[in-house]
């Protein structure tokens, strides 16, 4: 059974940094690609950074040069280390694991929830 469990939420003063953790329950070698998605209230999920198994990432224009995405593989984890954080960036924080065994499989974790405020 797959699981993703985040952790690292909380909140935070603009400007300030945070670094959320996705651990898996399984090797990250079975993923084909990991990301970081977020979901504001009233708004869609959406993708805000990505690494593939070959450790290429892609980030949303939105958190270029502030956030960065990266794994763990002896720790079966992928981090987000979030800096210069901004309050448009407060949303639910969800890790996501995709899979290939002949067909795809999306596993998501519970998600975290980053607040931005003063």
């Known amino acids: 059974q797959v699981q993703l469990v985040e952790s690292g939420g909380g909140l935070v003063q603009p400007g300030g940094s945070l670094r959320l953790s996705c651990a898996a329950s399984?090797?990250?070698?079975?993923?084909?690609?990991m990301g970081w998605y977020r979901q504001a209230p009233g708004k869609p999920r959406e993708l805000v950074a990505s690494?593939?198994?070959?450790?290429?990432?892609n980030y949303a224009d939105f958190v270029k040069g502030r956030f960065t995405i990266s794994k763990h593989n002896a720790m079966n984890t992928m981090t987000l280390q979030m800096n210069s954080l901004k309050p448009e960036d407060t949303a639910v924080y969800y890790c996501?694991?995709?899979?290939?065994?002949?067909?795809?499989?999306?596993?998501w974790g519970q998600g975290t929830q980053v607040t931005v405020s003063s």
């Open positions: 399984v090797t990250i070698f079975s993923f084909t690609s």
């Open positions: 996501k694991g995709d899979q290939y065994n002949g067909a795809w499989a999306a596993y």
């Open positions: 690494i593939s198994r070959g450790d290429n990432v």
